[in-house]
């Protein structure tokens, strides 16, 4: 995954977590005309709208901290937009999947928050 940025990385190592966990992506990168939600996913009769935020280190904290109020609202947008586009009328849920790369070990470590906000 060297070729590619720290946070498509990131998302692939998301992506590939949450599915272990059982999850069914049914979207990533989704795009429309309010911006871009990282993964759209399910599990069971919940449907998850999930940031992914990936680091390098936790010098500025964790990476979930980095979802601030307005990247929250602008989620809660987007899944507003989702949902109405898709018809879909069921539970919703918000999740942060922290993706942790330790470039000297060349490993990922995966924290997932599923109802961050």
Same mark, same amino acid.
């Given at each position: 995954?060297?070729?590619?940025? @720290?946070?498509?990385?990131?998302?692939?190592?998301?992506?590939?977590?949450? &599915?272990?966990?059982?999850?069914?992506? &049914?979207?990533?990168?989704?795009?429309?005309?309010?911006?871009?939600?990282? @993964?759209?996913?399910?599990?069971?009769? /919940? @449907?998850?709208?999930?940031? /992914?935020?990936?680091?390098?280190?936790?010098?500025?904290?964790?990476?979930?901290?980095?979802?601030?109020?307005?990247?929250?609202?602008?989620?809660?947008?987007?899944?507003?937009?989702?949902?109405?586009?898709?018809?879909?009328?069921?539970? /919703?849920?918000?999740? /942060?999947?922290? &993706?942790?790369?330790?470039?000297?070990?060349?490993?990922?470590?995966?924290? %997932?928050?599923?109802?961050? %906000?």
């Amino acid at each position: 995954m060297l070729d590619l940025s @720290l946070g498509k990385a990131g998302e692939i190592v998301a992506e590939k977590y949450l &599915v272990a966990q059982k999850f069914n992506i &049914v979207e990533c990168n989704y795009r429309c005309p309010l911006g871009e939600i990282d @993964l759209v996913a399910r599990q069971r009769e /919940v @449907l998850y709208f999930i940031e /992914v935020k990936t680091r390098t280190s936790l010098i500025f904290g964790q990476p979930a901290e980095a979802v601030t109020s307005k990247k929250q609202h602008k989620l809660h947008q987007l899944a507003l937009y989702y949902t109405a586009t898709h018809k879909y009328s069921g539970p /919703v849920a918000f999740g /942060v999947v922290e &993706v942790l790369y330790n470039q000297w070990q060349r490993h990922y470590q995966v924290n %997932f928050i599923p109802h961050a %906000f």
